[in-house]
């Protein structure tokens, strides 16, 4: 679940994307399954209707910064990409599947294709640590608005407000760090549009290693056809381990590492679910705009989702054109072509979805109501009477370039592999220069590390078709204005022709070849006088010992250009409206309605969500069950179809009801299940658990009909699809034969 396409236009939301390609309705709650809700105060507003609902605990159960909770067991996966959780008391980790595709994809060949077979270690010496995988521990949240907040005032603008407050933010972080002697992260975060701050302490682990992985006809059974579906047949998950040193603290992957101790593990419920029984998500949700304007909605459907499907279509062609030729190609661009599909489908569903429920009108009925609001009263006159017209004046000056924006992204940044990789690069590379030779080292070390991650992926013949086929298709979709500067030169120098341009860059740019690239950052010198002609002007570096000005390849300058369009409304006085006009509507809503308890937007920070299994009907005459079996993966199999496959083994076991324990008392195998709670993405791989706390499944998915649902929720069919925790701990033990992994965890019974 991708963010919208107006959190990426908020100059934040782009400092965050731009340190991303470097390194990479607002509702009252009346019922218990909408919102995403802070730990720390479920005391005050949600422990009585959780207990009403069927939690046996209490909200310090869940958030303690003193004693072990159930906080102390769930993980953010790499910076909130994936929540995971720790089940056993050996640092064994659960996650989705597809949050971990890449790291089994790094793993696999067509010798040993861990991607197709799988992978489950019969002995922790069999574990395989993953480069680049880190998990974090949430410490404990503070309060701390009135530190960031206290040199704000009315009068600033809108860039000498987010100056402040980000000095502020930067001087709380490094006091905390200076102070620190356990080796914590510190990151302060915006709620509520910045009318509110809280700081979120980590404590982040490094050595991770992969330890079982289904094959992707279990994993991720029903691919494409099937993503954001119900009924769903997938086991989406995947099993990691946290390695720590001696003394259980975080340390970098070594052989002499011992399996991580937790503070707290999760017991697995071996019941199931009935229709009504209460469950509970804890997790990382990435990204969600409940207070999204009607004007918003407007631009999103009509110009940024038909853009987003439009490209992303084309680049799952090419790039699948190339997969079907190659097993070693389909290995390399397997995560690529997934993440693509998977948010193109998105964009498809959202705009389906925002349409048929009629969410532009519902959010322009809560315009009128906060409209009448402040006409009530000459003193929210003076603070709220312009708020809707600044943001209506953002949607109507940024129209003409929306769609631009998205071209910019979709099929620039990070269209190509090359794009993006030459950005990353291009930035990270004028550290090589510096005098301090420990900032030179540093560089060094960044940018082999980038290599080390972009060629082990890159096949140069199918990035070249991506790169002509979306540059082509940006060249004669957008208007000559809002296009980046290095089409003037493909025009001006190579007769308008991408494919000669491309021809002249795929072989004269180091980037592409890894050898010349590791060259360079070992012998690269200061950048002689001059810029680029396509308008890349900071020092990059060149000269007669290193071979080659970086100022003049033809991939950093073609993609600097795409760079510069994309962030060109940074400073744009429609901006300004949009930051003010929505931190003043959110804080208008909520000062309209005192009683009631609004929850944020989602922002890559632990919350928990809380409602009931059930099941849902979404048309007419239609009517959905809650829960899938195993006989239905024997329903949807077709072996002449690679989403369908069902290999032979997993075919005899069902067949046979091989089922065990795991079974439920009918004697059938429990698949997956829905609930109504509220997820989005970054929820992918959060424990889903009953009221005692104990995992029954794990969150991977939302339903199609609800696709609408990171704008405004819909309780009557927003629905989390999970695979059942039994399904899980069958396909290690009875599929895979890992009961070495079934032997360290604690599974509970209800009693008899």
Same mark, same amino acid.
């Given at each position: 679940?991708?963010? *919208?396409?107006?959190?990426?236009?908020?100059?934040?939301?782009?400092?965050?994307?731009?340190?991303?390609?470097?390194?990479?309705?607002?509702?009252?709650?009346?019922?218990?399954?909408?919102?995403?809700?802070?730990?720390?105060?479920?005391?005050?507003?949600?422990?009585?209707?959780?207990?009403?609902?069927?939690?046996?605990?209490?909200?310090?159960?869940?958030?303690?910064?003193?004693?072990?909770?159930?906080?102390?067991? $769930?993980?953010?996966? *790499?910076?909130?990409?994936?929540?995971?959780?720790? !089940?056993?008391?050996?640092?064994?980790?659960?996650? *989705?599947?597809?949050?971990?595709?890449?790291?089994?994809?790094?793993?696999?060949?067509?010798?040993?294709?861990?991607?197709?077979?799988?992978?489950?270690?019969?002995?922790?010496?069999?574990?395989?640590?993953?480069?680049?995988?880190?998990?974090?521990?949430?410490?404990?949240?503070?309060?701390?608005?009135?530190?960031?907040?206290?040199?704000?005032?009315?009068?600033?603008?809108?860039?000498?407000?987010?100056?402040?407050?980000?000095?502020?933010?930067?001087?709380?972080?490094?006091?905390?760090?200076?102070?620190?002697?356990?080796?914590?992260?510190?990151?302060?975060?915006?709620?509520?549009?910045?009318?509110?701050?809280?700081?979120?302490?980590?404590?982040?682990?490094?050595?991770?290693?992969?330890? +079982?992985?289904?094959?992707?006809?279990?994993?991720?059974?029903?691919?494409? #056809?099937?993503?954001?579906?119900?009924?769903?047949?997938?086991?989406?998950?995947?099993?990691?381990?946290?390695?720590?040193?001696?003394?259980?603290?975080?340390?970098?992957?070594?052989?002499?590492?011992?399996?991580?101790?937790?503070?707290?593990?999760?017991?697995?419920?071996?019941?199931?679910?009935?229709?009504?029984?209460?469950?509970?998500?804890?997790?990382?949700?990435?990204?969600?705009?409940?207070?999204?304007?009607?004007?918003?909605?407007?631009?999103?459907?009509?110009?940024?989702?038909?853009?987003?499907?439009?490209?992303?279509?084309?680049?799952?062609?090419?790039?699948?054109?190339?997969?079907?030729?190659?097993? @070693?190609?389909?290995?390399?661009?397997?995560?690529?072509?997934?993440?693509?599909?998977?948010?193109?489908?998105?964009? !498809?569903?959202?705009?389906?979805?925002?349409?048929?429920?009629?969410?532009?009108?519902?959010?322009?009925?809560?315009?009128?109501?906060? #409209? &009448?609001?402040?006409?009530?009263?000459?003193?929210?006159?003076?603070?709220?009477?312009?708020?809707?017209?600044?943001?209506?004046?953002?949607?109507?000056?940024?129209?003409?370039?929306?769609?631009?924006?998205?071209?910019?992204?979709? &099929?620039?940044?990070?269209?190509?592999?090359? #794009?993006?990789?030459?950005?990353?690069?291009?930035?990270?590379?004028?550290?090589?220069?510096?005098?301090?030779?420990?900032?030179?080292?540093?560089?060094?070390?960044?940018?082999?590390?980038?290599?080390?991650?972009?060629?082990?992926?890159?096949?140069? +013949?199918?990035?070249?078709?991506?790169?002509?086929?979306?540059?082509?298709?940006?060249?004669?979709? $957008?208007?000559?204005?809002?296009?980046? #500067?290095?089409? %003037?030169?493909?025009?001006?120098?190579?007769?308008?022709?991408?494919?000669? /341009? &491309?021809?002249?860059? /795929?072989?004269?740019?180091?980037?592409? *070849?890894?050898?010349?690239?590791?060259?360079?950052?070992?012998?690269?010198?200061?950048? %002689? &006088?001059?810029?680029?002609?396509?308008?890349?002007?900071?020092?990059?570096?060149?000269?007669?010992?290193?071979?080659?000005?970086?100022?003049?390849?033809?991939?950093?300058?073609?993609?600097?250009?795409?760079?510069?369009?994309?962030?060109?409304?940074?400073?744009?006085?429609?901006?300004?409206?949009?930051?003010?006009?929505?931190?003043?509507?959110?804080?208008?809503?909520?000062?309209?309605?005192?009683?009631? @308890?609004?929850?944020?937007?989602?922002?890559?920070?632990?919350?928990?969500?809380?409602?009931?299994?059930?099941?849902?009907?979404?048309?007419?005459?239609?009517?959905?069950?809650?829960?899938?079996?195993?006989?239905?993966?024997?329903?949807?199999?077709?072996?002449?179809?690679?989403?369908?496959?069902?290999?032979?083994?997993?075919?005899?076991?069902?067949?046979?009801?091989?089922?065990?324990?795991?079974?439920?008392?009918?004697?059938?195998?429990?698949?997956?299940?829905?609930?109504?709670?509220?997820?989005?993405?970054?929820?992918?791989?959060?424990?889903?658990?009953?009221?005692?706390?104990?995992? !029954?499944?794990?969150?991977?998915?939302?339903?199609?009909?609800?696709?609408?649902?990171? !704008?405004?929720?819909?309780?009557?069919?927003?629905?989390?699809?999970?695979?059942?925790?039994?399904?899980?701990?069958?396909?290690?033990?009875?599929?895979?034969?890992?009961?070495?992994?079934?032997?360290?965890?604690?599974?509970?019974?209800?009693?008899?």
């Amino acid at each position: 679940m991708a963010p *919208n396409f107006r959190k990426l236009k908020t100059d934040n939301m782009k400092r965050l994307f731009l340190f991303a390609l470097i390194a990479i309705f607002f509702s009252p709650i009346s019922k218990a399954d909408e919102g995403m809700w802070l730990l720390h105060m479920l005391k005050q507003i949600n422990e009585a209707s959780m207990q009403d609902a069927g939690f046996r605990l209490t909200a310090e159960d869940i958030y303690d910064i003193n004693n072990a909770s159930l906080k102390d067991a $769930i993980l953010r996966l *790499n910076g909130g990409s994936c929540t995971a959780e720790v !089940i056993s008391s050996e640092g064994l980790v659960l996650t *989705n599947h597809h949050c971990a595709y890449g790291a089994i994809q790094g793993f696999s060949s067509p010798e040993n294709d861990y991607l197709t077979n799988g992978f489950f270690a019969m002995k922790k010496g069999e574990e395989m640590h993953i480069d680049g995988f880190e998990v974090s521990f949430l410490v404990r949240i503070e309060d701390v608005t009135s530190k960031i907040l206290d040199g704000v005032s009315e009068e600033m603008s809108e860039d000498e407000r987010n100056a402040t407050i980000g000095q502020a933010q930067n001087a709380l972080v490094a006091e905390m760090n200076e102070g620190d002697t356990n080796g914590y992260t510190y990151e302060v975060k915006s709620f509520y549009y910045g009318n509110e701050y809280y700081m979120f302490v980590y404590n982040t682990y490094r050595d991770i290693r992969l330890v +079982a992985a289904p094959p992707e006809s279990v994993g991720k059974y029903g691919g494409d #056809t099937d993503n954001w579906m119900w009924p769903r047949h997938t086991g989406d998950f995947t099993m990691l381990r946290i390695y720590a040193d001696a003394d259980n603290n975080p340390a970098d992957y070594s052989k002499d590492n011992k399996p991580y101790s937790p503070k707290r593990h999760l017991k697995i419920s071996m019941d199931g679910v009935k229709q009504g029984d209460f469950t509970m998500v804890m997790g990382y949700p990435g990204s969600t705009d409940r207070f999204l304007s009607s004007w918003g909605i407007e631009q999103a459907l009509d110009l940024h989702n038909p853009s987003v499907v439009d490209v992303r279509d084309l680049k799952l062609r090419t790039m699948k054109e190339h997969m079907d030729s190659d097993p @070693a190609i389909r290995i390399k661009y397997a995560a690529k072509y997934a993440q693509t599909a998977n948010y193109w489908k998105y964009y !498809i569903g959202q705009s389906k979805g925002l349409r048929a429920l009629d969410v532009q009108g519902k959010k322009e009925s809560i315009e009128e109501q906060f #409209t &009448a609001w402040v006409n009530q009263s000459e003193e929210r006159q003076a603070e709220y009477g312009e708020t809707l017209n600044m943001i209506e004046s953002f949607y109507s000056e940024t129209d003409a370039t929306a769609k631009a924006d998205a071209y910019a992204l979709e &099929a620039g940044l990070i269209g190509s592999d090359i #794009t993006l990789f030459a950005v990353r690069f291009a930035r990270t590379a004028p550290g090589l220069f510096s005098p301090d030779p420990v900032q030179v080292a540093e560089t060094k070390a960044a940018l082999n590390g980038l290599c080390d991650s972009f060629y082990k992926d890159y096949d140069m +013949a199918t990035d070249r078709d991506l790169f002509v086929n979306l540059m082509s298709k940006y060249k004669n979709d $957008i208007d000559a204005e809002y296009l980046p #500067t290095f089409f %003037s030169v493909v025009d001006g120098e190579y007769g308008g022709s991408l494919e000669n /341009y &491309a021809k002249k860059m /795929y072989s004269t740019s180091i980037l592409v *070849n890894e050898a010349k690239t590791r060259h360079y950052i070992e012998n690269a010198t200061p950048p %002689s &006088a001059g810029g680029s002609k396509i308008g890349v002007s900071f020092p990059m570096g060149g000269g007669k010992s290193g071979g080659f000005n970086l100022m003049e390849d033809l991939a950093v300058g073609a993609a600097m250009s795409i760079l510069d369009v994309y962030f060109a409304t940074f400073t744009s006085p429609s901006q300004d409206k949009f930051d003010k006009g929505y931190r003043l509507f959110v804080k208008g809503l909520r000062e309209m309605q005192p009683d009631k @308890a609004f929850y944020p937007d989602a922002n890559s920070t632990m919350r928990l969500t809380y409602g009931q299994v059930g099941d849902y009907s979404p048309a007419d005459a239609v009517q959905y069950d809650f829960i899938t079996t195993a006989n239905g993966i024997l329903q949807k199999k077709d072996n002449t179809n690679p989403e369908f496959v069902v290999p032979n083994h997993l075919d005899e076991l069902i067949r046979n009801k091989d089922f065990g324990k795991y079974a439920d008392k009918n004697g059938e195998l429990v698949v997956c299940f829905i609930h109504g709670t509220d997820i989005t993405g970054g929820n992918s791989g959060s424990p889903v658990m009953n009221g005692n706390g104990d995992l !029954i499944g794990l969150a991977f998915d939302g339903n199609w009909e609800a696709m609408s649902g990171d !704008i405004a929720f819909e309780s009557q069919l927003q629905r989390t699809i999970s695979v059942d925790i039994r399904y899980v701990l069958w396909i290690v033990d009875k599929f895979a034969g890992a009961s070495n992994i079934i032997d360290e965890l604690d599974l509970v019974y209800a009693p008899e």
